[in-house]
C-alpha cells in the first residue's frame, strides 16, 4: 500500500471508530464535558476491573509503590512517612506499619529488592514553599523556592524488611542539601539517585554503592552544566527548571529525565564514572516535565514520559514519547502514546501523564504493553508493538475524590492518579496523591 493509499485508510478507519456506538466503546456515549456523568466509587473502565480501594490507614496522600512477600510499600507526599500495608488479600488491604522520619521530611520515593527498601528522605518541599498555585512547585528552582525552611532529614534510609510489619532501619547515608526526589535500585550493587547536594540549584545524579549494605558510600556525582553555584555555574537557562527526576538503568546504561532539560544516556559500565552518551531536549516546543525514562533494551526503544503539571491544561498537552535508542549517541522520537480524549480531561485538575509501571524485577515486565498513570484520566494501558503506531488498549477513570489533600492553594479538587505497580498477574496498585489506592485487575 502506497503512503497516499495508506493515509486514505486511516482517514477511514478514524471515521469508522469516529462513528461506533456507545457499547464497542465500552460503555463511553462518546466525549463527555467534566460533570455531565458523574464517575461512581469504582471508577469506570474498559478491559481493568476494580477490585478494591484503601485510604491507607487515614493517609491517603500516596505516591510511588513498591511489593513483595504480600505487602505494600507506599510513600506519601503530604505525610511525611511509608505505610505498609498487608495485601495478602487485595480485596481488604490492611495498613500494619508506618515509618517517619519525623516532621518536614518527606519520604515519598522508594525501592525494594533483596527484603531491602531504600527509602527518599528529603525536605517535604510543599510545606516549606509559598507559592499560590501548582505550578510553582514545578517550575522554579529547588533552592530558590525554600521560603519557610525547616529542620528535616536529607538522605538515604535503609531497612531490613524480611519481616514487613517490623520495618527496621539499618543504615543512613546522610546528603547534605534538600534530600532526595526519586531513586532506581532493582537490587545489586548500586543504587542511582537523584539527590540535591548544598551548592547545586537543584537534584542531580548521585551513584550510591550499597556493596556493604550497613556502610553505603556515594562513589560519583553527574549534573548538567549551570546546576552548580558553588563552582559559579550561572544556572538552568531561560528561567527552565533543569531537575534530575530520576534515572532508570537497563544492562550498561542509564536513561535519565531532567524534568525541563530533556533526556540524557549515560554509559554506566563504571559506575564511579557515567559517561555521557547523548542529550536531547524537546522543550521547546514541548511544555517539559520530562519524568519517566522507561528504557525497553531488549528493542533497543525508551518510552519517556513528560509529567503534566499545569492544571487545565494551561500549559497545552504533555505527551509520553517512543524513542529510537539503537544509536544512544543519537536518541530519535519516533511517536507518542495516544492522548486520551473521551472525556474532557482537561476542565478540572491536572491532566496528562504522571508516571510509567517500571518493569522491576518480580513485577510484570513487558516490552510491548506500557502501563501508565494520567491523572484526572486515571491509568492507561498501551500496546506497542508497532513502536510507530501505538495504541491505547485499556483504561480506568476514578472518581474524584471526597476531599482534598493536597495543602497547596488554589488546587482542584479533581483525581490524581499518581503512581502503578504491576504484579505479573495483573493486578495493579495504583496511588493517588489525594485518593488513596485503588486495586485494579487487568483483563487482558
Not at 475524590?401 to 504484579?423: E, G, H, Q, S
Given at each position: 500500500m502506497g503512503d497516499l493509499s495508506r493515509r486514505a485508510h486511516l482517514l477511514q478507519l478514524g471515521a469508522g471508530f469516529a462513528g461506533l456506538g456507545a457499547a464497542a466503546l465500552g460503555g463511553w456515549p462518546g466525549p463527555l464535558r467534566a460533570g455531565e456523568e458523574e464517575i461512581p466509587p469504582e471508577g469506570i473502565g474498559r478491559g481493568i476491573k476494580h477490585v478494591s480501594y484503601s485510604d491507607i490507614g487515614g493517609r491517603p496522600d500516596s505516591v510511588q509503590v513498591m511489593f513483595g512477600r504480600?505487602?505494600?510499600?507506599?510513600?506519601?507526599?503530604?505525610?511525611?512517612?511509608?505505610?505498609?500495608?498487608?495485601?495478602?488479600?487485595?480485596?481488604?488491604?490492611?495498613?500494619?506499619?508506618?515509618?517517619?522520619?519525623?516532621?518536614?521530611?518527606?519520604?515519598?520515593?522508594?525501592?525494594?529488592?533483596?527484603?531491602?527498601?531504600?527509602?527518599a528522605n528529603g525536605a517535604n518541599i510543599v510545606a516549606m514553599q509559598s507559592y499560590d498555585n501548582m505550578r510553582g512547585y514545578f517550575e522554579n528552582t529547588l533552592v530558590d523556592s525554600i521560603t519557610k525552611a525547616k529542620k528535616f532529614r536529607s538522605g538515604l534510609s535503609i531497612h531490613d524488611v524480611s519481616k514487613p510489619a517490623e520495618m527496621r532501619e539499618i543504615a543512613f547515608l546522610e546528603m547534605p542539601g534538600f534530600g532526595i526526589n526519586r531513586l532506581w535500585w532493582p537490587g545489586g550493587r548500586y543504587a542511582y539517585v537523584s539527590a540535591h547536594f548544598d551548592g547545586f540549584t537543584d537534584h542531580i545524579l548521585c551513584v550510591v554503592d550499597l556493596q556493604n549494605i550497613t556502610k553505603p558510600e556515594i562513589i560519583s556525582n553527574?549534573?548538567?552544566?549551570?546546576?552548580?553555584?558553588?563552582?559559579?555555574?550561572?544556572?538552568?537557562?531561560?528561567?527552565?527548571?533543569?531537575?534530575?527526576?530520576?534515572?532508570?538503568?537497563?544492562?550498561?546504561?542509564?536513561y535519565a529525565a531532567w524534568r525541563d532539560g530533556g533526556l540524557t544516556i549515560h554509559d554506566i559500565s563504571d559506575p564511579a564514572h557515567p559517561k555521557l552518551l547523548s542529550h536531547i531536549n524537546w522543550s521547546p516546543p514541548f511544555p517539559g516535565g520530562t519524568h519517566t525514562p522507561l528504557p525497553l533494551p531488549k528493542r533497543k526503544l525508551a518510552v519517556i514520559a513528560d509529567e503534566a503539571n499545569a492544571e487545565k491544561c494551561?500549559?497545552?498537552?504533555?505527551?509520553?514519547?517512543?524513542?529510537?535508542?539503537?544509536?544512544?549517541?543519537?536518541?530519535v522520537p519516533i511517536a507518542t502514546l495516544p492522548t486520551p480524549r473521551e472525556r474532557d480531561f482537561c476542565a478540572n485538575g491536572t491532566f496528562g501523564p504522571h508516571n510509567l509501571h517500571e518493569n522491576r524485577p518480580g513485577s510484570l515486565q513487558s516490552e510491548e504493553m506500557i502501563f501508565a498513570t494520567y491523572n484526572t484520566a486515571g491509568v492507561r494501558v498501551f500496546d506497542i508493538k508497532d513502536a510507530f503506531a501505538p495504541k491505547e488498549i485499556a483504561y480506568w477513570v476514578p472518581p474524584t475524590p471526597?476531599?482534598?489533600?493536597?495543602?497547596?492553594?488554589?488546587?482542584?479538587?479533581?483525581?490524581?492518579?499518581?503512581?502503578?505497580?504491576?504484579?505479573?498477574?495483573?493486578?495493579?496498585?495504583?496511588?493517588?496523591?489525594?485518593?488513596?489506592?485503588?486495586?485494579?485487575?487487568?483483563?487482558?
Amino acid at each position: 500500500m502506497g503512503d497516499l493509499s495508506r493515509r486514505a485508510h486511516l482517514l477511514q478507519l478514524g471515521a469508522g471508530f469516529a462513528g461506533l456506538g456507545a457499547a464497542a466503546l465500552g460503555g463511553w456515549p462518546g466525549p463527555l464535558r467534566a460533570g455531565e456523568e458523574e464517575i461512581p466509587p469504582e471508577g469506570i473502565g474498559r478491559g481493568i476491573k476494580h477490585v478494591s480501594y484503601s485510604d491507607i490507614g487515614g493517609r491517603p496522600d500516596s505516591v510511588q509503590v513498591m511489593f513483595g512477600r504480600e505487602h505494600i510499600y507506599v510513600g506519601h507526599m503530604f505525610s511525611d512517612g511509608v505505610t505498609i500495608l498487608d495485601a495478602s488479600d487485595p480485596r481488604a488491604l490492611k495498613p500494619v506499619n508506618f515509618f517517619t522520619a519525623g516532621q518536614y521530611t518527606r519520604t515519598h520515593h522508594l525501592q525494594l529488592a533483596d527484603d531491602l527498601l531504600l527509602v527518599a528522605n528529603g525536605a517535604n518541599i510543599v510545606a516549606m514553599q509559598s507559592y499560590d498555585n501548582m505550578r510553582g512547585y514545578f517550575e522554579n528552582t529547588l533552592v530558590d523556592s525554600i521560603t519557610k525552611a525547616k529542620k528535616f532529614r536529607s538522605g538515604l534510609s535503609i531497612h531490613d524488611v524480611s519481616k514487613p510489619a517490623e520495618m527496621r532501619e539499618i543504615a543512613f547515608l546522610e546528603m547534605p542539601g534538600f534530600g532526595i526526589n526519586r531513586l532506581w535500585w532493582p537490587g545489586g550493587r548500586y543504587a542511582y539517585v537523584s539527590a540535591h547536594f548544598d551548592g547545586f540549584t537543584d537534584h542531580i545524579l548521585c551513584v550510591v554503592d550499597l556493596q556493604n549494605i550497613t556502610k553505603p558510600e556515594i562513589i560519583s556525582n553527574w549534573w548538567l552544566p549551570g546546576m552548580n553555584r558553588a563552582a559559579g555555574e550561572e544556572g538552568p537557562p531561560n528561567g527552565k527548571r533543569i531537575a534530575l527526576h530520576h534515572m532508570i538503568t537497563a544492562d550498561n546504561r542509564g536513561y535519565a529525565a531532567w524534568r525541563d532539560g530533556g533526556l540524557t544516556i549515560h554509559d554506566i559500565s563504571d559506575p564511579a564514572h557515567p559517561k555521557l552518551l547523548s542529550h536531547i531536549n524537546w522543550s521547546p516546543p514541548f511544555p517539559g516535565g520530562t519524568h519517566t525514562p522507561l528504557p525497553l533494551p531488549k528493542r533497543k526503544l525508551a518510552v519517556i514520559a513528560d509529567e503534566a503539571n499545569a492544571e487545565k491544561c494551561a500549559k497545552g498537552l504533555f505527551y509520553t514519547f517512543v524513542v529510537d535508542v539503537r544509536a544512544p549517541e543519537n536518541p530519535v522520537p519516533i511517536a507518542t502514546l495516544p492522548t486520551p480524549r473521551e472525556r474532557d480531561f482537561c476542565a478540572n485538575g491536572t491532566f496528562g501523564p504522571h508516571n510509567l509501571h517500571e518493569n522491576r524485577p518480580g513485577s510484570l515486565q513487558s516490552e510491548e504493553m506500557i502501563f501508565a498513570t494520567y491523572n484526572t484520566a486515571g491509568v492507561r494501558v498501551f500496546d506497542i508493538k508497532d513502536a510507530f503506531a501505538p495504541k491505547e488498549i485499556a483504561y480506568w477513570v476514578p472518581p474524584t475524590p471526597k476531599k482534598l489533600i493536597d495543602p497547596r492553594p488554589n488546587v482542584a479538587l479533581a483525581a490524581k492518579t499518581c503512581d502503578v505497580y504491576v504484579r505479573p498477574d495483573g493486578m495493579m496498585f495504583v496511588s493517588d496523591w489525594n485518593a488513596g489506592m485503588h486495586v485494579l485487575q487487568y483483563l487482558g
